[in-house]
């Protein structure tokens, strides 16, 4: 039934380009395996997005294993100590795009699922794989698609594990419980265009917005709440004029992002944005794009389960923690109770040499076994 080694399969899926929304046949292999140990596959394929629900039992509870086939792009192949798609192994690392990103935990998760049908080809509930090609790019037609179809025929995961890199410094020193909200906003403020000698002709965008901007900056959006850090602001892209020093500009574009816990929702940020813009009687348009509502997974099951098979594992007590950026898990947690993402060290991801340690390989494999034997072995 099992096919070989972790190492083996990541490299397999390592040596794919499966620059995102591709998925270079990285979901043909996996398909493969786990037909294999008798899941039934389905693939909701959608446009150049390749998806894949796979299921093995039909009782619950369901234990999904989530995670994706694409990477973001290696960028100059020539910085890269080898191939960023030739997987190398070096001083007892293995290097290539996607490797800690997450094509190692895909790997692990596939094999613990082999080696827990093999003891257990009777287990209790089901085992279930939700993979896609589009979470690095837009996310549009990928898990998103795939829960809108779980939750319409009421197939949706009671457990959930997102194989991420989660760990700081070693294997097993983080859990992700939860994601905060991503919030995008697209500010333009409108003046009046003219030569900066005859400012009495003008009215300077900049010169009106940066009070307000500045005042928006400076809030303390909350305190943060239940495991999430305080809310945050950051504008990412400021824009106004042509380029030339003797023209006062007609409009100023500013691009922001709030990172937003569940002490403030998103529609309170957007009503309190439009009020400092108001009472500093701007002249302006504002547009917004939700990335993903904030969510958080309490201490339960699987929490329980995931905590204890990594110190059987490594030995390490994990922290939970809410940081870092987004993550398809802010779609599965609309549909699931219980969502926690899991994997290998983080240092490296989207970066020149890429690369995880070849010993945490098995390790992570024997972790996600151990959540499965303790969530379905009775």
């Known amino acids: 039934m099992s096919q070989g080694s972790t190492l083996d399969l990541a490299r397999s899926l390592i040596a794919r380009a499966s620059v995102t929304p591709e998925d270079g046949g990285c979901m043909e292999i996996?398909?493969?395996?786990?037909?294999?140990?008798?899941?039934?596959i389905e693939?909701?394929?959608?446009?150049?997005?390749?998806?894949?629900?796979?299921?093995?039992?039909?009782?619950?509870?369901?234990?999904?294993l989530a995670g994706h086939t694409d990477v973001v792009p290696p960028g100059p192949a020539a910085q890269w100590s080898?191939?960023?798609?030739?997987?190398?192994?070096?001083?007892?690392?293995?290097?290539?795009?996607?490797?800690?990103?997450?094509?190692?935990?895909?790997?692990?998760?596939?094999?613990?699922?082999?080696?827990?049908?093999?003891?257990?080809?009777?287990?209790?509930?089901?085992?279930?794989?939700?993979?896609?090609?589009?979470?690095e790019g837009d996310a549009v037609d990928g898990t998103a698609r795939v829960v809108e179809a779980l939750r319409e025929r009421d197939e949706a995961p009671d457990y959930c594990i997102v194989g991420e890199p989660t760990s700081a410094e070693r294997l097993g020193d983080t859990i992700k419980n939860g994601r905060r909200g991503s919030l995008?906003?697209?500010?333009?403020?409108?003046?009046?265009?003219?030569?900066?000698?005859?400012?009495?002709?003008?009215?300077?965008?900049?010169?009106?917005?940066?009070?307000?901007?500045?005042?928006?900056?400076?809030?303390?959006?909350?305190?943060?709440?239940?495991?999430?850090?305080?809310?945050?602001?950051?504008?990412?892209?400021l824009h106004a004029g042509t380029g030339a020093t003797n023209m006062i500009p007609g409009t100023l574009e500013a691009l922001f992002n709030f990172r937003f816990s569940t002490a403030s929702p998103e529609t309170s940020l957007r009503e309190r944005v439009a009020a400092v813009l108001d009472r500093h009687g701007l002249d302006y348009a504002l547009s917004w794009n939700l990335s993903g509502q904030p969510y958080l997974t309490r201490s339960g099951a699987l929490i329980a389960a995931?905590?204890?098979?990594?110190?059987?594992?490594?030995?390490?007590?994990?922290?939970?923690?809410?940081?870092?950026?987004?993550?398809?898990?802010?779609?599965?947690?609309t549909i699931c109770p219980e969502v926690a993402e899991f994997g290998p060290v983080n240092a490296s991801i989207h970066k020149v040499d890429e690369h995880i340690r070849v010993e945490d390989l098995e390790a992570l494999s024997d972790i996600y076994r151990g959540v499965l034997e303790r969530l379905l072995a009775g």
């Open 30 to 40: 996996l398909c493969a395996r786990l037909a294999a140990c008798g899941f039934a």
């Open 82 to 135: 080898s191939d960023p798609f030739v997987p190398a192994q070096r001083d007892g690392l293995l290097f290539g795009r996607g490797a800690a990103d997450m094509k190692s935990s895909l790997a692990a998760f596939v094999c613990a699922a082999e080696r827990f049908v093999a003891d257990r080809p009777a287990h209790r509930g089901s085992v279930a794989f939700l993979l896609t090609s589009d979470e």
């Open 184 to 237: 995008n906003g697209r500010l333009i403020v409108r003046g009046i265009q003219g030569h900066v000698a005859y400012p009495e002709a003008a009215r300077n965008p900049i010169h009106e917005a940066m009070p307000a901007l500045s005042e928006i900056a400076r809030t303390r959006w909350d305190e943060g709440e239940g495991g999430f850090p305080p809310t945050s602001f950051q504008i990412s892209n």
């Open 306 to 333: 995931l905590a204890g098979s990594i110190l059987g594992r490594t030995g390490i007590e994990p922290a939970l923690s809410t940081g870092g950026g987004t993550s398809d898990g802010r779609f599965i947690a």
């Open 43 to 64: 693939r909701m394929d959608r446009g150049p997005v390749a998806n894949l629900w796979a299921r093995r039992g039909r009782e619950r509870p369901i234990v999904c």
